[in-house]
């Protein structure tokens, strides 16, 4: 019986192996980890420490996976550039990840910042203005 489950579930997975083959090259080549932020990294070359800001609400953002994956990106591929996510607006720049763009400009707008770089889909460059 089991002999027979396993072998049931094998050909299931080979058929959906199968079925995934063609489109990989596609489904690799949509993203890269830190696809989202590397454009960012030219505004950067020069600044060796910026923060991290998002607008998603945890009741404990560090443990939170879908917060920490955003930074975690970020910070990958804007290496070497140190970004500070609990002390974010500490720094002239911040990397800043909305839920979208209207999002966005809610964020610049209440903390008082000038978007460098909007690359879209919430996700930009600000920095902040003197008061």
Known sequence: ????????????????????????PQILSQSQPGDRFTSLRQYLRNVRRAGFYTDK???NPAL???IMHDYQE???SLSPTI????????????????????SLQATTAQLNMAVVANLGNGIALGRRLRK
Do not use: G, W
Request: proline fraction near 2%; hydrophobic fraction near 50%.
């Open 74 to 76: 970020a910070k990958f």
């Open 57 to 59: 609400i945890s009741a």
């Open 64 to 66: 939170d996976v879908a």
């Open 1 to 24: 019986m089991t002999l027979c489950a396993v072998l049931v579930n094998s050909l299931h997975l080979v058929r959906y192996a199968a079925e995934l083959l063609p489109q990989l």
């Open 83 to 102: 970004l500070d996510y609990f002390h974010n607006l500490n720094y002239e720049f911040v990397v800043l990840s909305c839920s979208d763009n209207k």
